[in-house]
């Protein structure tokens, strides 16, 4: 059956659960996905019985982060589009460019896009232009640490000294007085120049205790580009967001309106293409500041699935294969709640220790209301060299509390023998007063001890 959506064979440059995830639309809409996979991974349950291409190694930088070799196989393997899941590559804008290069539709927004957005200072300047509230902080990029301390004087301490080129918590320190910024100064742009080749820094006003709220975006070549509601991501440990909701049980709904409607016009001022992401802070006034935008798709995108019932792997296809988004604004009809728990092989009983080994039972419960993404299967071995995800659990309800139920009853019915998993932590939160009542920030974890 000929790909509808423009794409007969598409190259899957990612693995484990984020490749399962775009194989399930594939077969769905009939297109052929090829999966590169590293040695480690050339036996895992996902790829049995489907076409795959060995890249290299187990070592993810001398197979799922190499650039030329996943081009290579892709264009070896005849496919004429490669979709790069979330992580790896999916935000390289260099990879987009030499997909293009090499005659490869990129599943994902134009390569000069995501260059713009990878830089802070350039996104945030977008993003106020698009009418977005920003966090209070430095007009652009310091010059040093003196001009640090002078904005750091205007906007109030305590502040954060964040790396332009950065991400992912790296390059960032917190200076709490004026005696602590050219410490933290020096600290943060030693560690973005080993990180990311880049010192430069710029600042903003730290506010600590808020919740950590996203919006889903979509956009076409056209212009166009809709919402998909938000996502409360305020459960967290280290940055790692481990639940997420939609919609958010503490959001104003003015506030949502206003932001929402905001994130759209500046998505499509932008010349965004596909899904995206807008992460945002909200704070003690409950206003939503814009903190970063991920040109790329979440991990947790399934919770907006589910109160849309839109699949956003087939609309990320059918935009990268030119045609114009299905969805009017009017269109998009979101109803009831949505939860998801990312469930990990760790021992949260023991500082989240990895704990990678074979998988000697697994059963899922059949549930109503209840979705699970996995790659994994009885006797599949989680290896050491990755992210230690197994699965995602969903649950939704007509309401919050159905849907913290239905879940629940979901991992109390997970059997799971070989390692262990957070499943008996999200269990905890999920039944804590804290979560239930919705009283909690991103300092801390609701039910779960610090």
Not at 246 to 274: H, M, N, Q
Not at 358 to 384: F, N, S
Request: glycine share 10%.
């Amino acid at each position: 059956m000929a790909g509808f959506v423009g794409f007969h064979r598409l190259f899957v440059a990612n693995r484990g659960e984020v490749a399962a995830r775009i194989a399930r639309t594939c077969d769905r809409l009939g297109v052929t996905p090829v999966f590169g996979v590293s040695e480690a991974d050339a036996d895992a349950p996902y790829v049995r019985d489907r076409e795959s291409v060995v890249l290299g190694p187990a070592r993810a930088a001398s197979s799922y982060l190499d650039l030329e070799r996943v081009v290579q196989a892709a264009k070896q393997a005849r496919c004429t589009a490669v979709h790069p899941g979330w992580g790896f590559l999916a935000e390289n804008p260099r990879f987009a460019a030499l997909c293009e290069q090499h005659g490869l539709t990129f599943v994902g927004p134009p390569a000069h896009v995501m260059h713009l957005m990878g830089k802070k200072t350039p996104a945030k300047d977008a993003m106020r232009e698009a009418g977005l509230t920003l966090i209070p902080g430095s007009d652009g990029v310091l010059a040093d640490a003196a001009e640090a301390r002078r904005v750091a004087d205007e906007v109030g301490y305590p502040v954060l000294l964040k790396a332009e080129s950065g991400g992912g918590g790296r390059g960032m320190r917190v200076a709490r007085s004026p005696d602590e910024v050219a410490g933290a100064y020096q600290d943060a742009s030693a560690e973005a120049r080993a990180a990311f080749g880049d010192p430069r820094l710029y600042l903003e006003k730290l506010i600590e205790g808020g919740r950590h709220i996203e919006i889903q975006l979509l956009a076409d070549r056209y212009g166009k580009a809709i919402h998909l509601g938000e996502r409360d991501c305020t459960v967290q440990r280290n940055h790692q967001k481990l639940i997420e909701e939609s919609p958010s049980p503490v959001l104003d709904t003015e506030e949502r309106a206003r932001t929402l409607d905001a994130a759209v016009r500046a998505t499509e001022s932008i010349g965004y293409v596909g899904a995206g992401t807008m992460e945002f802070l909200l704070d003690e006034d409950g206003v939503l500041r814009f903190m970063e935008m991920n040109t790329r798709l979440q991990v947790e995108h399934c919770v907006s699935e589910e109160r849309s019932g839109i699949d956003l792997v087939e609309e990320q296809l059918r935009v990268a294969a030119g045609q114009p988004l299905r969805h009017l604004q009017d269109d998009v009809s979101l109803h009831g709640h949505a939860i998801e728990c990312r469930i990990n092989a760790e021992d949260p009983e023991n500082g989240f220790r990895p704990t990678p080994g074979t998988l000697e039972v697994w059963e899922v419960p059949p549930l109503e209301g209840v979705r699970v993404d996995t790659h994994v299967a009885q006797g599949y071995v989680v290896p050491p060299h990755y992210d230690s995800l197994i699965c995602k659990v969903i649950a939704y309800g007509d309401d919050r509390d159905q849907a913290c139920d239905r879940m629940v009853a979901a991992l109390k019915g997970l059997k799971v023998e070989g390692i262990s998993t957070t499943a008996p932590m999200h269990v905890a939160i999920l039944e804590s007063k804290a979560f239930r009542e919705s009283d909690y920030d991103t300092r801390a974890i609701p039910g779960w001890p610090a």
